[in-house]
């Protein structure tokens, strides 16, 4: 989809022509690049280089932390509850806690994007 600028820039409502427009050069994530495969992965599919777009080396990055790292942010709640001897954060969902007790794991994940985005796309 980032082929397309509708995607990648933003929409501004025009208006002398009363359409929306689309006008903006797409910033370097969503241009394509040429990155060097290592010698490992060279060996391995016979490619030297690889185009992408930056932002799916991001997206990787991301959703492998995601996949990994995620579900520990319910091991980690689970511990601070039973550290003082809760149960469940609330009672807003019988049987199942709180709103805490439901997104656990999005609250590490919302910490690690924060500081991903503001150390690496920024």
């Known amino acids: 989809m980032s082929g397309w600028r509708y995607f990648v820039c933003p929409v501004e409502f025009n208006n002398d022509s009363n359409r929306f427009q689309v006008d903006c050069e797409p910033s370097q994530l969503f241009q394509l690049q040429d990155y060097a495969l290592p010698s490992v992965l060279e060996s391995f599919t016979g490619w ?24 520990f942010g319910g091991f980690f709640a689970s511990g601070f509850k039973r550290a003082f001897k809760i149960k469940d954060f609330a009672n807003t969902i019988p049987g199942h806690g709180g709103i805490m007790d439901r997104f ?13 985005i503001a150390s690496f796309i920024r």
């Not at 690889?50 to 790292?69: D, E, G, N, T, W």
Request: net charge neutral; with cysteine.
């Open 104 to 116: 656990d794991c999005q609250y590490l994940m919302a910490t690690f994007v924060n500081v991903y």
């Open 48 to 71: 030297t280089t690889v185009r992408l777009y930056p932002f799916q080396i991001h997206s990787i990055a991301l959703s492998s932390f995601a996949s990994i790292m995620g579900p």
